[in-house]
């Protein structure tokens, strides 16, 4: 018999929750922050420490949401908050050129050989989208191919999912979505060579850009094989395409030169968010002299952006990227959490439940499956989903936050110690036994 816990009590959450049902659609400013894949109301928060977070009912959890992959430095880094406080005092926005993009940009480009110019924007959804206008105004072809199960934000283009059939135009996956939009983006399964050479067979001379997260991450952890990655390459510069990947989650997680480094490969578009803002929306996207050249007011792609290079933004990020970029941060990131997974991984093995981990860099995601590989998102089986849910409200109830659902991965910051590990660890074993039992 497996010892339960007892519910946190959400009341003062519960009740800012029905006020903000009043105000937001679904209580929320985003919709998985509702709670609606996991037990209860969504917690509100009130302050952030470190690794850790409080609730409005003065709930302590340790974070592995880190607000969605942002805060690889944790909650109220000192040198983040300092430099930010000091910025505060010079203004909030010009709307005018300021040194500190140069001192962003120079901190990325000089240290990131797969880009030559970079253009900041003001979330990850609109780095995405522009640099969709940018294949498409630099390629003059309209069509773009995307994966099932990766992510690029909210844009028209992209809110499409794989029609019936193996090649075929995408259905919008959200109202709202024009079909003549939805019929520019062809969806197709990750990890399947012959539909993308179908596609390009079907398609000849009208594919812009195939669009690909560097490591998929927003529906479960999808580890490529290098020579699918390799293959993708070929392909579309054989074809005259533009290579996208996406390094929202993976840019400045795997190192400062992502997902593209980490598979030795060159796309030809990157786009980034998250980390580079330091918790503040910033977005960015970059690739060669040649194709950026291509950028209003250079050339005849317009993008543009009020608030875009923000001075606060930038600060945030400033301070971000100088401390990942003290030798060996990411190496020991990637050996925290190497061993924080080999250890529940002996621990699953010993019990022999049926849940797997998956891994790379400071990113995990739990899968209850007995699959030892899952590269495409229809091999996760959404009633695996259930046992998520049973896990995410033990591990609540023993003060870990995890992300509110089963699709979304976790990520460990350099704020976590060998203590909240070791906490963390426990707290998994238990509530791996309660799903279990
Ligand atoms: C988060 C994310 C986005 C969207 O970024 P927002 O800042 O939420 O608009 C796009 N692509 C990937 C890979 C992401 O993880």
């Given amino acids: 018999m497996t010892a339960q816990y007892q ?53 302590e959890f340790i974070d592995f949401c880190c607000s969605w992959g942002p805060l690889i430095l944790g909650h109220n880094n000192e ?12 203004g909030l926005s010009f709307g005018a050129p300021t040194r500190l993009e140069n001192e962003l940009a120079d901190l990325i480009l000089s240290n990131n050989t797969y880009i030559e110019k970079i253009r900041f924007v003001s979330s990850g959804t609109e780095a995405v989208m522009s640099a969709i206008r940018l294949a498409r105004g630099y390629t003059k072809r309209d069509k773009i191919v995307k994966f099932e199960g990766c992510y690029h934000g909210h844009s028209d283009s992209l809110l499409v999912k794989a029609g019936s059939g193996l090649v075929t135009f995408g259905e919008t996956s959200s109202a709202g979505v024009p079909k003549a939009f ?44 290098q020579a699918y990655i390799n293959f993708l390459r070929e392909i579309t510069r054989d074809n005259g395409s533009l290579l ?62 009020t608030l875009s290079g923000n001075p606060i933004a930038m600060t945030a990020g400033i301070a971000t990227l100088k401390q990942l970029a003290s030798p060996g941060f990411y190496e020991k990131q990637e050996e925290t959490t190497r061993q924080f997974v080999q250890t529940l991984r002996a621990f699953i093995a010993e ?87």
């Fill in 244 to 305: 996208i990947f996406d390094e929202v989650i993976t840019g400045f997680r795997l190192g400062f030169q992502g997902a593209a480094h980490y598979y030795g490969i060159r796309p030809d578009i990157i786009t980034y968010g998250k980390i580079i803002g330091g918790g503040m929306p910033v977005g960015a996207y970059g690739a060669s002299k040649e194709i950026m050249g291509n950028i209003s007011p250079d050339g005849a792609v317009y993008q543009a952006g």
């Fill in 182 to 225: 939805a019929d520019e983006t062809i969806v197709i399964a990750l990890n399947d060579k012959a539909a993308l050479e179908e596609v390009f067979r079907s398609f000849p001379d009208q594919i812009a850009a195939v669009i690909i997260e560097g490591i998929p991450a927003n529906n479960g952890l999808l580890l490529q094989e």
């Fill in 351 to 437: 019990n022999q439940y049926d849940v797997q981990i998956f891994t790379v860099g400071s990113i995990f995601w739990f899968a209850f499956t007995t699959q030892t590989s899952i590269t495409r998102a229809d091999e996760i089986d959404p009633q695996s989903m259930e046992k998520y849910k049973i896990m995410h409200r033990a591990l609540l109830n023993q003060g870990i936050y995890f992300g509110p659902s089963g699709y979304e991965v976790g990520f460990i910051s350099s704020a976590h110690t060998e203590e909240d590990l070791d906490i963390t660890i426990q707290a998994i074993k238990n509530a791996l036994s309660i799903v279990f039992e």
């Fill in 7 to 59: 519910d946190i009590s959400r009341a003062k959450s519960a009740e800012l929750f029905e006020q903000a049902k009043n105000y937001f659609p679904g209580g929320v400013n985003s919709p998985v922050r509702a709670f609606k894949s996991v037990y209860g109301t969504p917690l509100f928060i009130e302050r952030g420490d470190k690794a850790h977070i409080w609730d409005a009912d003065g709930n």
């Fill in 79 to 90: 040198g983040i908050r300092e430099a930010v406080a000091g910025q505060l005092d010079k």
